[in-house]
């Protein structure tokens, strides 16, 4: 089996900086895209960030600097720095990868996380 865990949420002030967390787990042949995604309460889910396996990166245009997106292959972790946080930063975070499995199909499968939770409240 396969597993995608975020870590890192929590409660911060506007202007805060957060560190999330992303680990995949279990039977892996190997990683390939990795990426943030998050959905706000009554909002769809929207990409924040993601990492090709060659190491080319995507940023929503909310961003607008104030995150960066990091990955360890050999771990087969990625992170998400985030500075200069703003109320409407507030969203529950999901890490997805697209993971060839030992057992699997040969192609990748996209696996999600079940999210972890920032809130930026004063």
């Not at 990625?78 to 930063?89: A, I």
């Amino acid at each position: 089996q396969v597993q995608v865990v975020e870590s890192g949420g929590g409660l911060v002030q506007p202007g805060g900086s957060l560190r999330l967390s992303c680990a995949a787990s279990g039977s892996i042949r190997s990683v390939y895209g990795m990426g943030w995604y998050r959905q706000a309460p009554g909002k769809q889910r929207e990409l924040v960030a993601s990492f090709t396996r060659s190491g080319r990166t995507t940023y929503a245009d909310f961003v607008e600097g104030r995150f960066a997106i990091t990955r360890d292959n050999a771990k087969n972790a990625m992170y998400l720095q985030m500075t200069s946080l703003k109320p409407e930063d507030t969203a529950v975070y999901y890490c997805n990868a697209d993971i060839v499995s030992i057992y699997g199909l040969s192609s990748p499968v996209e696996y999600w996380g079940k999210g972890t939770l920032v809130t930026v409240s004063s």
